[in-house]
């Protein structure tokens, strides 16, 4: 499974994030070990309070699992990951909560620690653990017959499409998905050999290359959203400066967002309104029925936890009735019979959660089957619908005015009025002596002969003298 990491602060926003049911078809607090509080919000801010004894900013290690989305994977695969990071880093013991999130028919994890040793009131370091998370991804594929992504076998392969928090916002607000934007951008990367084929290959698709105010090359597309080169295309910065040149003979953000908006003609823009509109119209039954689907896996799986709790209580209170009370309890605890009998309660004990859990597992993982298949459907639709957007934002560069030409980045010599025919002066055979007095203006004269030779002479002829020979030999 992929593992991402990072440390931070932010213990509220973070559990108001694992807890959000809106962007998560069904959220499940697994564990939450090593605090006092027994929700998810009282843990987080009693690791906060805990860090403040401390100079710790970032309190907290926030781990994410993402395992393949067409494999099961059990309950047991994540604790096992999860264990490997605890103890790689040298988390050991430190309080810690698992989370899991469902959406779009996959599975996922998250895991978070407090880094504040409580013993020592000091944040364990986590070195290289970018590298860790990495061995341990890659052994759990290898461990459970899994595929590897091409970036495990080189590391040079990895996907350049991977996109943060602020690339899916971003694309979130102009309605595209962040992994189709990069891989437009990476597509007129590739296609390209130059800047101006780089621009052209952009233009085409709606976009305008510009200066921006940080970082460098940008590209504007026409909803005015901003985009860094290198961060879309995976190249650094030296690389981009390298193809496009120096950005400062584009234009300014401003003026690209001024120009793409003068651009943009008042029918295509209805027609992306229409398209847009079909498309949630499209999506509107395929989305009903997803919600509705959600609600009765809910139910289900509701149901499934008040059965199983009920059941568990029986047992368990089956299991210590066999316990003798009184005067027979304490014979039975001479005789070794109190001994074994909680020996086969807690073999029964186990057994039992052994049973829930895999019946819990095999519901989730029936609902997944249920759900990929629905998702299918909706990513047809989506890429139909993303494929007209496409179409009809390309046909708005037909409608583009020409920019004005590019005003050229040396200025020439200023030439004096006399001289603007001398280009036809020139064609005859001998310089005219306009011809000469212009060269004599606009060229240097070089030094005459004898004093080259001159000066040649005394740098072939010079000796070193010492200061008192020079103050003798002034006048």
């Known amino acids: 499974m992929i593992l991402k990491a990072s440390e931070r602060g932010g213990g509220k926003q973070l559990a108001l994030h694992l807890l959000n049911q809106r962007d998560n078809e069904h959220v499940e607090v697994h564990d939450i070990r090593g605090f006092i509080a027994g929700d998810l919000i009282g843990a987080m801010k009693e690791a906060y309070a805990v860090s403040k004894g401390t100079r710790c900013q970032k309190h907290l290690f926030s781990v994410s699992l993402n395992p393949p989305a067409t494999e099961k994977v059990g309950i047991d695969v994540f604790e096992k990951a999860i264990e490997k990071i605890e103890l790689k880093n040298g988390l050991t013991g430190h309080p810690r909560v698992i989370v899991f999130h469902e959406k779009e028919g996959r599975r996922h994890a998250h895991a978070v620690w407090s880094r504040i040793d409580v013993e020592t009131m000091t944040a364990k370091n986590l070195s290289h653990y970018k590298n860790k998370l990495r061995d341990i991804a890659k052994e759990t594929y290898l461990e459970n017959d899994w595929a590897l992504p091409a ?31 990069k891989a437009m951008m990476q597509e007129c990367w590739t296609a390209s050999d130059s800047a101006s084929a780089f621009k052209h290959a952009l233009s085409e698709r709606g976009i305008t290359l510009a200066k921006g105010d940080r970082r460098g090359h940008v590209a504007v597309t026409h909803e005015g959203e901003v985009l860094a080169i290198s961060r879309y295309t995976g190249k650094k910065a030296k690389e981009v400066r390298s193809k496009l040149g120096e950005p400062e003979n584009l234009p300014s953000v401003e003026e ?27 999506l509107a039954p ?35 009735e066999r316990l003798n009370k009184g005067l027979r309890g304490l014979w039975d605890r001479f005789s070794g ?6 020996r086969r309660n807690i073999a029964e004990a186990q057994t039992a959660l052994s049973r ?32 007209l957007l496409r179409n009809l934002r390309s046909d708005q560069q037909a409608y583009r005015t ?4 590019k005003q050229p980045d040396r ?16 064609e005859r055979k001998e310089p005219s002596k306009l011809t000469k007095t212009f060269e004599r203006q606009v060229q240097p004269e070089p030094a005459s002969p004898p004093l080259q030779d001159r000066l040649q002479r005394l740098r ?8 008192h020979q020079d103050r003798e030999r002034e006048p």
Do not use: C
Request: net charge positive; glycine share 4%; proline share 4%.
């Open 286 to 320: 395929l989305e009903d029925h997803r919600q509705h689907m959600t609600n009765y896996h809910q139910a289900e799986r509701a149901r499934l936890d008040a059965g199983q709790k009920i059941r568990w209580e029986q047992e368990a209170r089956l299991r210590s």
């Open 151 to 181: 970036g495990f076998i080189d590391s040079k392969a990895h996907d350049p499409r991977n996109y943060s928090l602020a690339e899916y916002q971003q694309a979130k607000r102009m309605g595209q998905d962040a992994r189709d934007l």
């Open 402 to 405: 020409k920019p004005p030409e």
């Open 460 to 467: 072939e002829n010079r000796t070193p003298v010492s200061r």
């Open 337 to 342: 019979y109190h001994a074994e009998t909680e």
């Open 256 to 282: 690209a967002k001024i120009a793409a908006a003068g651009a943009m003609n008042g029918a295509l823009a209805r027609h992306i309104v229409e398209a847009k509109q079909q498309r949630r119209m499209a």
């Open 411 to 426: 200025v020439a010599p200023r030439i004096e009025p006399q001289f603007r025919q001398v280009a036809k002066v020139n």
């Open 356 to 387: 829930d859990r895999d019946q819990h597992q095999e519901l989730i993982t029936a609902q997944l089957t249920e759900r990929r298949r629905l998702q299918v459907e909706i990513k047809t639709v989506r890429d139909q619908q993303a494929e």
